[in-house]
């Protein structure tokens, strides 16, 4: 009854298969079971369970599912459980496999399979496009199996998971397994389940070597007994752990991981290794680029194993984390595994800069004393190292904690140190030394001491809170950048010797070095002198040598510049910044060189000391030094061969007090003349107590200085004595040694903002040791050079050496130029120390490409093209003079022009363009043309004393000239116009000089134009050239009608009788841009609107009516006579604003020019006549002031109480004609008191201001002024563009503008206009009175004035004897 039940049951699902009732998407066929039956699990599953006597059922209801269009749509899953398949079911099998069904997964489980029917299944896999997972599971396919699938799998482009589960598929199957996985990309999970692991070797080895992502599980084990995974590997975490393979597989799987891309964390922890895997895994680590994380701990590696490791280290450049803890090494392998992450010297490159994180240690390892020293040196130089772990370490004791975290105190880069289970991590020095680091690096994120004996105790929960203290926060306070940085006196002064080669100042500063040295006996009496031999007395001193010495907290440095004349164009490099604390000695000797027995003439000495005193005068300019004139000392040497009682000697006596004299004012001279015998004790003693003495007096006068600096100092001297005398150090030591050594410049928190705060501090402080003189110091290169002795006799000593001449036939130098290499390969020269075998210590930090950098900074050199990095580099110091070709323009056409500026120092006396200008010109104009975005293939050559350069159409040579250098002329061939070409001149070449002389004053002059065409040597151009000023006030002196063809006269030059350029003229357009010549006209009608402000000068329809009422009504005040003013002022501005060039601007200023010195001659005529009834004209009314003043006379312009020493004359008042009358003696004035100034005041404003005028716009060439303005010119030039000396004139011509605006009218005074004129004729009347003047004959023995009446109107004037004799028709003489 039972088995009839049943076989309904299969009854019922044959008919609905048939009738296609069923919608099934899960069958599972379960046979071998005592009963055949059918169980519906859900609507879209069944169970079917077919018993031995039933078996025929099986095969039928595989031919319906087969046959059945409904079932092969919906079905997806099947599932065989214990089926023994024969060849007919398997081929029922595919056709229900086929293309047409939607099966994507089938499930044998305990199947049996004969060779033919794997053959079969393995078909059905090959051709199945539909089937994504297969799990066979222990179905005894064996290896043949598993290579037929893996051959199906190879052509299989749709199948995505693998699963062979407790199927011994041996090595031969993993195999082929693997070959499949070469060939197959489209799978993507493979499990293994096999009794033994070595099938995992050639599986994964076969994912790694082809770079498949495919997720990989490989168990080993034998029916759930001792089963362990073997391999896995995660694509989505790229992460690939190892538990369990041979050293052979393990070796093999490595190799895999060479060129392998998607595995980023290996994890072998547990898995015994040997050397030899080690050396395969050397060679990963060389190649792969990819892997990101390896961990070994716990894997028996001993020394040989991690030395392969570390060699690996040395050319990754991906590996980041790295655990080697648990092995068996000791600290040889410790110190070979850091080896790749420490720097033995500053100018090694770290050779492994991407592993930020490395763990070892362990009960295992023995790290001993070896491996601290590694760990202590990589801690001290690593960059990279975020996090170090050493764990559960038993060989570091207490002590050795305490020097790890003693060399941490300079790590920037380490986050986290974990010195988990460390036994030696125990005590209060311990925790001491811990929180010591903690102060000074605030880096220190995290630190680790779980298990130690000190966490265990309870201790360190202070250390976690400072951790906390140190965290990063939002929220730090503001600090200021510089509080808590006080100033104080320097406590370092700088002492120069200068002086001409030969001069003693070697001998002088070994003399100077030994009155130093016995601070006890300061002036020794005995004659001791310094034992030299005559060959050593004869060999100079190369470069520039320094002398250090200190008294009490003093330091003194005596810098013996180097006399050699080559050496001169790199002093100014070494002359002391702003503010600096330094003075001067210059050495002279009284005689020649030492084979020259003859002593100096006066000239010879004069010009040594002239060139020093200048050379100072011209730096402390170019230094802005303003804050104290510097301080010189002149000392005299050789003296003990020389007569005090000798003319010759007291010529040189005159010559020293003569310079003395002329620099008076530009350096503070030290009043007594040293003159000493430098080879004697005895003799320099005083010397030496005058510098000693000079010194702490020049530090009290200049500005103070952080104290840090002086701090900082004695730290940095420090730092060398420690460090071998190294010369130079990277701002990274510098960095930590503030950390370390100085509080205030320490960072305390992690906070960026305050990181930014402190290194700004810092740069701060290292910037004022470079102007004191302490360092040198750019912030763009990264490192200071402490030692100047070293840089400045050994560095550029090299560069002077180097003989261009000598080397002209390498192809690396040629006319200036020399390669990069070669450079510094002749700078790595300075590279060798004094002392045997600490060269390379002493210059470890350092290298001969850092010396080239700073040399480009100091502009010393350039680079031909910045965008090559192997161009060439020019040094000026290279270039020779071209003395064999005469110099001509390149291109010259009919269209070409030539202009050509001479600029010179104002004060050529006292300052010169010294030796080191024209060479850094050279550079910076290179540097600044190459900037240049509109250059226009801009063309730069050089040679000594001269720069050549095209650009843009326009030849520009620009030549150093003058005897010590005192001028620059800038010569142009152009073929655009004198505008343009002017225009470049003051964009491109002006700011390049300004920038490198700042402080000295350079004229414009304007070379003569035929000097340029000619290229007239130097020497024929001394008298060629005109001063632009003067060449804009001659315009502005001459009538607005002879301003466009004005012309400069040219002098004739000759040498020795024969002419070498004859007499000429140039007109001033020609000479001046049209930016210029507008300049001058524009000034011209700001003159003319002054004066019409001023004169207030009626329209013409008003001026007939003025005149008629004149005399009756006309107001003798400055401020104005007529209505009016406003129109002729509208008129101006109109002129202005239409004028389109030169000559109609020109034309423009005719008329109103003729109109206002019209009114000028008038109004000053009414003032010479005004009040006759004034003592009726018994005295001059025309008067002035003169001051005599260092052999020349000078025009008072204001009246100051207190004036001494001036003298009263009087002007021919002759109508029309007035003029200074040349043979007046004058009337001394003794003292100016207050009722003069009071009286004369009003009147000399008003009569000046008038004068002023008329020179500006050239009054002297108007009908009836005369002779009186250019005989008065002379004595009031003064005036004429300089407001600074006006006084009173200058500011109411200033004013006149805004007055005239503001009130509209004549000008409101404190008293009437002819009070003033009466007060000061009256005082005039009084004065000669008190002086015995009072007779007409007085008058005329005094200022050669005659009293006269005119014959037309019968006014009385007061006029000369020419006037007397050439106008007698016209006056009549009246006697008084």
Known sequence: MATNQNLKDLQWLLESIQAQTLNLQTISFHLSQPTSCCHQETHDSIHIKISNDTHFHFSNILTLLATSSTTRVSLHNIEFYQVEWDLEELKILEVLLDDSSNVNRLVFQKNKFNLECMEVLAKILRKNEVIKEIMICESRIGSYGASLIASSLKVNTSLQELQLWEDSIGSKGAEEISKMIEANSTLKMLTIFDSSPIVATPIISAVLARNRSIEVHIWSGEHDKNTSKVVEFEPESSTLRIYRLTNSGACRVVCALGWNTTVKSLDLTGVRLKSRWAKEFRWVLEQNRSLKEVKLAKTGLKNKGIVYVAAGLFKN?????????????????????????????????????????????????????????????????????????????????????????????????????????????????????????????????????????????????????????????????EVDLFKDMPMTMPKSCRVFICGQDFAGKTTLCNSISQNFSSSKLPYIEQQVKTLVNPVEQAIRTTGMKIKTFKDEDTKFSIWNLGGQ??????????????????????????????????????????????????????????????????????????????????????????????????????????????????????????????????????????????????????????????????????????????????????????????????????????????????????????????????????????????????????????GGFVSRNELEKILRGSFHSQIPGMGSKVFENLDASDLVKMMLKLEICFEQDRSDPECLLLIPLFLEENRARIPRWREITSGSIFVGRHLECHDSSHMFLTPGFFPRLQVHLHNKIVGLNTQHGATYSLEKHLIAININGIHIRIELGGQLGYYVDILACSTKNITETLKLFRELIYPSIQTLCQGITLTENILRPECVKNLTPPRYRKTQFVPLPYLKQALLSVPADSMYDYQHTWSSVSDSGRPVLSSGFDYARDLLSEDDFREVLHRRYNDLYNLAVELQVPTENEQNHVRENETGQIDPSFAGIAKGVEEVIQRLKIIEMEIRDLKQEIQGLRYYEHRLLTELHRKVSYLTNYNVQIEERKVPNMFYFVKTENFSRRLVTNMISGMTALRLHMLCEFKSEMHVVSEQIGCEIMQVDNRTVNSLAPYMKGFMKLLTFGLKIGAHIAAGMGEMIPDLSKEVAHLAGNPLVYGAV???????????????????????????????????????????????????????????????????????????????????????
């Open 1290 to 1376: 200058g500011a109411a011509a200033v004013g006149a503008v805004g007055v005239a605006t503001a009130g509209g009218g004549s000008r409101t005074r404190s008293s009437d206009v002819q009070q003033d004129m009466k007060a000061a004729q009256q005082w005039v009347v009084d004065f000669l009175r008190e002086k015995g003047c009072c007779t007409g004959k007085d008058i005329a023995e005094k200022f050669a004035l005659w009293r006269v009446r005119y014959r037309d109107d019968g006014q009385v004037a007061w006029v000369c004897r020419n006037h007397m004799y050439t106008r007698s028709n016209e006056i009549v003489e009246v006697p008084m």
């Open 317 to 477: 450049r991906s590996l980041e984390i790295l655990n080697v803890s648990d092995n068996c090494y000791n600290g040889v392998g410790v110190e070979h595994l850091l080896c790749p992450l420490t720097r033995f010297s500053t100018l090694q490159l770290q050779a492994n800069i991407t592993l930020k994180s490395i763990t070892f240690g362990g009960k295992r390892t023995k790290i001993g004393r070896d491996g601290l020293v590694a760990i202590l040196q990589m801690l001290s130089t690593n960059q990279t190292v975020t996090r170090l772990g050493i764990y559960e370490d038993q060989s570091l004791r207490p002590q050795d904690i305490i020097r790890i975290f003693k060399s941490l105190e300079k790590n920037v880069s380490l986050k986290c140190l974990s010195l988990q289970g460390c036994i030696g991590v125990n005590g209060d020095l311990v925790l001491k030394s811990i929180m010591e680091t903690l102060q000074v690096n605030p880096w220190i994120e995290d630190i680790d001491l779980a298990r130690t004996p000190l966490q265990i105790s309870g201790n360190a929960e202070e250390i976690y809170l400072k951790l906390g203290q140190n965290a990063k926060s939002e929220h730090e306070v």
């Open 565 to 814: 004349h080559e050496f001169f164009s790199f002093h100014d490099l070494m002359f002391p910044g702003p503010g600096s604390a330094s003075f001067f000695v210059i050495v002279s000797s009284l005689f020649g060189k030492p084979n020259n027995r003859e002593p100096k003439t006066p000239s010879e000495l004069e010009e040594d000391l002239q060139y020093w005193l200048r050379f100072i005068v011209s730096n402390s300019k170019r230094a802005n030094q303003q804050c104290m004139l510097p301080n010189v000392t002149i000392v005299l040497t050789h003296y003990d061969k020389i007569s005090q009682t000798s003319p010759d000697f007291q010529n040189t006596v005159n010559v020293v007090q003569r310079t003395r004299d002329k620099f008076q004012g530009y350096v503070e001279f030290y009043p007594t003349v040293f003159t000493v015998d430098a080879r004697s004790s005895a003799s320099v003693s005083k010397l030496t107590s005058h510098i000693r003495k000079t010194s702490k007096t020049v530090l009290q006068r200049v500005p103070r200085v952080y104290e840090l600096c002086n701090d900082l100092i004695t730290i940095l001297s420090n730092w060398r004595s420690e460090n071998n005398e190294k010369p130079a150090m990277r701002w990274r030591e510098f960095s930590d040694l503030c950390q370390i050594k100085v509080p205030s410049l320490r960072v305390q928190s992690r906070n960026d903002h305050v990181v930014n705060k402190v290194e700004m501090r810092r740069k701060a402080v290292a910037t004022c040791l470079h102007q004191i003189g302490e360092v040198i110091y750019f912030e763009e290169l990264g490192f200071l050079i402490l030692d100047f002795q070293w840089f400045c006799g050994e560095v550029i000593n090299q560069l002077v050496k180097f003989n261009v001449k000598k080397t002209s036939c390498n192809e690396n130098t040629s």
